[in-house]
């Protein structure tokens, strides 16, 4: 009799237990990740390609009229220089992203460039076969830019505009008459840039990002000094370039992470 009741009593216990167990409320599934906030600031590094052009008129003047005098040279001419080359560098800028998912940002950029390149100009009132050597340098780009975009949560698509500065190097070289000359100009010049891109928060308060820009620096003077002989004079030269870079970019004191 004892046996039997101490069986039956473990047996509503084992099936206590099972009910039990078939009643235990499941643990809470996990959260959803959390959308990337732009809002904060960030810096970073980036580097590409790019191409320029520069119109430069009148190199023919410039080293004719130095050595022959004044009014030797008759009419103008312009001669086209494209440039290809690498650029690199760094960034810094600030975002605030709205409710509606706009984003508003500003940024300050500088990249270092490689572009450079020359072209043969004849001197018609030299000695036969007198020439002279063009040759043109991007040495590097700031620029400050407005950021306008949309946030799509890691992804965000952007225009942007604003001032930008190119220092150049604009170099003559050649003789007249069989006397050398070699011409040296630098200037740094003011103009506007505009493009846009696509950034894409890839991991915690990283984010890499894609972008084109062209900066148009319109016309200016270049002033020239001949190293050799103390010749100066004018050049007017046109230049624009464009850019397809590659950047990394770490968020700080952004609101809310995804911390995946």
Not at 58 to 83: C, K, R, Y
Request: glycine share 14%; net charge negative.
């Amino acid at each position: 009799m004892e046996t039997t009741l101490l069986l039956g009593a473990a047996f509503s216990l084992l099936t206590a237990s099972a009910f039990a167990a078939d009643l235990a409320i499941p643990p809470p599934a996990a959260p959803p990740p959390r959308p990337f906030a732009w809002t904060g600031c960030y810096g970073g590094i980036h580097a590409g390609g790019a191409i320029e052009r520069r119109d430069v008129t009148d190199p023919v003047q410039l080293a004719q009229d130095s050595v022959l005098g004044a009014g030797t040279t008759v009419g103008a001419t312009t001669v086209g220089i494209n440039s290809t080359g690498a650029v690199a560098g760094a960034q810094f800028g600030c975002d605030y992203q709205f409710y509606s998912n706009l984003v508003l940002g500003v940024e300050g950029a500088v990249s270092g460039s490689t572009m450079k390149s020359s072209t043969t100009v004849a001197f018609p009132a030299g000695f036969a076969g007198d020439s002279g050597v063009v040759t043109t340098k991007t040495d590097f780009i700031p620029s400050v830019t407005a950021r306008f975009g949309y946030a799509f949560d890691h992804v965000l698509l952007y225009a942007k505009g604003g001032v930008a500065w190119s220092g150049n190097q604009t170099n003559v070289v050649g003789s007249v008459t069989g006397t050398p000359f070699s011409f040296q100009g630098l200037d740094t010049r003011t103009g506007f840039t505009a493009g846009g891109g696509i950034d894409w928060a890839v991991y915690g308060p990283f984010s890499v990002n894609v972008e084109y820009a062209y900066y148009g620096f319109g016309h200016g003077n270049v002033f020239m000094t001949d190293s050799i002989n103390g010749f100066t004079g004018l050049l007017d030269t046109k230049q624009n370039i464009q850019v397809v870079k590659v950047g990394l970019n770490f968020h700080v004191w952004s609101w809310d992470w995804d911390d995946r």
